[in-house]
């Protein structure tokens, strides 16, 4: 079964804490990306990835960081720097033929 | 720069109701269109794709069209179900840029 897969469902943190969110993909695409989606306004994007070991900010990226070693995994952090870390994460990626696929997203809730 | 609108932002229909919803773009150098669901705290499904060269394209009771010059896409939904209540969110797209997403149309189809 090919597809994204995010883990965890769901995270909660203290406040200035890291956190760690996972992204793997098996579709063999090289470029993936970090949405962050907050109630009533759209998708906003964080970072991407158009291959491996390169990556470039997005609209929102203060506070945020990614990392692409593999083709398959693009991990993002939210860093003690964002102000305003609480959010639903959705991670994605996208075939040749400009098509994008979405994970289930990972809702985090920072106190 | 591009930006994305979707009208109207809720909608309620009864069962059996055929439906439009409408996504607008101010940039009309698109190079493909994408029509997406999401479900309450779920990520995004990829309904229709349309290319830039196409007019419309179509799945099962959904139909997607797409008139560039007038910069607006609509999404036919034939036959309303339950089933089918969720928010329905465009995503436009130019040659090597990033996706640009409307805020969505919030559908309740009521049994």
């Known amino acids: 079964d090919g597809g994204i897969t995010q883990s965890p469902k769901y995270l909660f943190r203290k406040e200035g804490q890291n956190v760690t969110l996972s992204c793997e993909q098996n579709l063999n695409h090289d470029a993936m990306y970090w949405y962050r989606q907050d109630p009533g306004q759209g998708l906003r994007l964080i970072y991407y990835?158009?291959?491996?070991?390169?990556?470039q900010k997005g609209d929102i990226a203060e506070g945020y960081s990614v990392s692409r070693e593999k083709k398959e995994s693009f991990p993002l952090t939210v860093t003690s720097a964002q102000k305003n870390p609480t959010a639903f994460y959705l991670c994605?990626?996208?075939?040749?033929?400009?098509?994008?696929?979405f994970g289930p997203g990972t809702r985090l809730t920072v106190t | 720069k591009q930006e994305v609108t979707q009208i109207p932002a809720a909608l309620s229909v009864p069962e059996g109701e055929n439906l439009v919803l409408n996504c607008s773009f101010t940039d009309s150098a698109i190079y493909n269109l994408q029509w997406f669901r999401q479900d309450p705290g779920k990520g995004l499904t990829s309904l229709l794709l349309i290319q830039s060269s196409q007019r419309e394209q179509t799945s099962g009771r959904l139909n997607a069209s797409l008139d560039k010059s007038s910069g607006r896409s609509t999404l036919y939904i034939a036959a309303s179900q339950p089933g089918d209540s969720a928010t329905y969110l465009c995503?436009?797209?130019?040659?090597?840029?990033?996706?640009?997403f409307g805020p969505g149309t919030r559908l309740s189809v009521l049994p």
């Open positions: 994605a990626s996208r075939n040749r033929a400009n098509e994008q696929y």
């Open positions: 990835s158009q291959i491996v070991n390169d990556f």
């Open positions: 995503a436009v797209s130019h040659y090597g840029q990033n996706f640009v």
